[in-house]
């Protein structure tokens, strides 16, 4: 069987289920699938720089006036946030079937 990456958390039945749907419908299988209110979903994410870090240049003592890290972060300045997008095929949802059928 040809492998589709699920999110971690998903129980081994609802796992199957959404590989069957992403392999029926010929779905990008580098992504990995979720189900988000009885959807199909991608898991995505993307990098921004951390809310933590913050520039207060009112005390007098130097600064980097960017993102210089701190403990929230690692110290890199920057946060990767994970969000959930809802499948599309054909202008419609993706619906996953009820756990009985």
Known sequence: MKRVRVAKGCDRKLAAQIRR???????????????VDGLLSTEERFTARCSGCACDCGDG????????????????????????AYVGVAGELVRLPARGE
Do not use: I, M, Q
């Open 21 to 35: 749907v992403v392999l029926r419908l010929r779905l990008d299988r580098r992504k990995v699938y979720c189900e």
């Open 61 to 84: 003592h130097p600064c980097s006036h960017e993102n210089g890290g701190c403990h929230e972060c690692g110290y890199t300045g920057k946060r990767v946030t994970f969000f959930a």
